[in-house]
């Protein structure tokens, strides 16, 4: 097991006790794959084929309206990044992924997950318990969207998320609140001051 598998396996183990052997077949089923900043991983219309578990580096999830980005998440190390409603229907996301600085992931295939998913209750048992906690983010994220104002949105991104703070620019942080980047500005200075 090399250092990236290493991390991989730190992380579902955390999750689920998976036995050894079943953790050594997922490990073969998973490819490493790096993508330069800026890159696209998956584009709008493209059906997402692969899950990918973030090693190093930092990507986004987003969607193009009239030109404008709406980001809907940041995945940065030992993160999972996927459209899950593309991957698990196999149908074309409406989402972009890409690279906003250099990231090696090692991803696996929607065929070889459900292969994990079919022969192992350990592995069936992780994708409910990953999934879960997917569904209680974006539920949160949708209620906090609906219901907070922009200050207390950037307070918890910080409190969550501290070190994205210096790793994303301040104009995708404000799409990702759903505000303009002079309201983050404003808030920003208002915190500080």
Request: glycine share 4%; proline share 3%; charged share 25%.
């Amino acid at each position: 097991m090399d250092a990236e598998q290493s991390q991989l396996v730190n992380v579902l183990t955390r999750i689920v006790a998976i036995p050894e052997h079943e953790l050594q077949i997922a490990l073969s089923k998973f490819k490493q794959t790096s993508f330069q900043k800026g890159s696209h991983i998956l584009s709008e219309g493209q059906v997402c084929k692969n899950l990918y578990f973030i090693n190093s580096g930092l990507a986004r999830s987003y969607l193009l309206q009239d030109g404008k980005e709406h980001i809907r998440q940041f995945a940065a190390e030992n993160d999972f990044l996927v459209d899950l409603g593309s991957f698990l229907s196999q149908t074309k996301s409406p989402f972009y992924l890409q690279a906003i600085e250099d990231t090696d992931t090692l991803q696996i295939s929607f065929e070889d997950l459900n292969c994990l998913f079919n022969s192992s209750f350990y592995f069936m048992k992780l994708g409910k318990l990953i999934a879960d906690r997917s569904t209680i983010n974006l539920i949160k994220r949708s209620v906090s969207l609906v219901k907070d104002d922009a200050k207390h949105r950037y307070l918890y991104f910080i409190k969550e998320r501290p070190s994205l703070i210096q790793r994303v620019p301040q104009f995708m942080i404000a799409s990702y609140l759903g505000i303009t980047p002079e309201s983050l500005s404003r808030i920003r200075k208002e915190i500080s001051g």
